[in-house]
């Protein structure tokens, strides 16, 4: 099935790239839920399982169903600003309770008793889902959203370098192995949704989405800006392992322990975690720990019973230079 999006020169014009952290919750919960189905993301949903057990979740997960047909609008909306937080996203759906009825209604969403109890008290409903999506981020998102933003980041700079080489059509000709860019159109292979629409001048919104992996989603239906969202490139480089090297510049200024620390961060981890990968006391970790959070350098998440400790994006510009790899994503045909 092929869905033709048609530009107009006023289309051109508008379009935009935006980051959504709301949109990286909701589709992760495809791959938390089908991680089998997800190999690249596997090694997240393995991690992050655990966690989520101390979260309550379910009319998220409701509203999620796999294999995913389509979402409601109002829970995953169009980012208004290229880099929104997830605080000003969940602002956002906390005000689209006039949506939920109509977007319900014409989506396939099995009515559950929560998602009935959304429709019949979309306000009450609405505030339910932001604290569901608060919890899930804090547990499963935050700690790795340094990595994953500037990943995210790193591929809207290279499509604004394709934008400067070659115009529009050098940008959105390599967007995806199933989008392809022809005399004004760009054609989008789905699953489950075919036909002609236009982008009603607003321009084309996309929106690169580390697990909308390996499909292409995409909004087409008003009042919502036309969106697409994709898979960027390198997403295998998020979950891998390696063995890294302390950068020598970084050991002279943070001392070599608390250096080693911040390169062993590279996925997030426990005191615990880290002390048996440094040969450390773990009074001794929380103490270097303490030193970096001040600094600015890492940030602690605590659910349940987990407390783990992440690199903060500052850390990541640090060591960007160091371990950034440029292998392209796989691509898959399959939408």
Sequence with gaps: MTLDLHFTARDVANTRFAVSPLGEVVASVRVVKNPAGHPLLRPWAERVRRRLEDVDWRLLSDLVPVPTV??????CTPPSTSMP????????????????RTDLDHIRTPRTRRVQALYDDPEKGLERLAEEVA???????????????????????????LLAEGGAQRMLADLDAAVTWEDGTLRVEHRYVSGDRSLRGLGLLLVPCVFAWPRVFSVTTPPYQPTVRYPPRGIATLWERRELDVPEAL?????????????????PASTRDLAQRAGLSEPGVNQHLTALRRAGFCTAHRTGRYVLYARTATAEALLGGHYLDETPTPRSNSR
């Excluded at 937080?85 to 939920?100: F, I, N, P, Y």
């Excluded at 804090?138 to 700079?157: D, S, V």
């Design 70 to 75: 389509s979402i409601a609008g109002f829970a």
């Design 135 to 161: 919890g899930y981020w804090e547990a499963a998102m935050a700690p790795y959203w340094p990595k994953i933003r500037a990943l995210l980041e790193g591929e809207i700079l290279h499509r604004a370098r």
């Design 251 to 267: 050991a002279a200024v943070l001392g070599r322990t608390r250096a080693r620390l911040l390169v062993e961060l590279d996925q």
């Design 85 to 100: 937080d997830l605080e000003l996203e969940l602002a956002t759906m906390r005000g689209a309770a006039g949506r939920v």
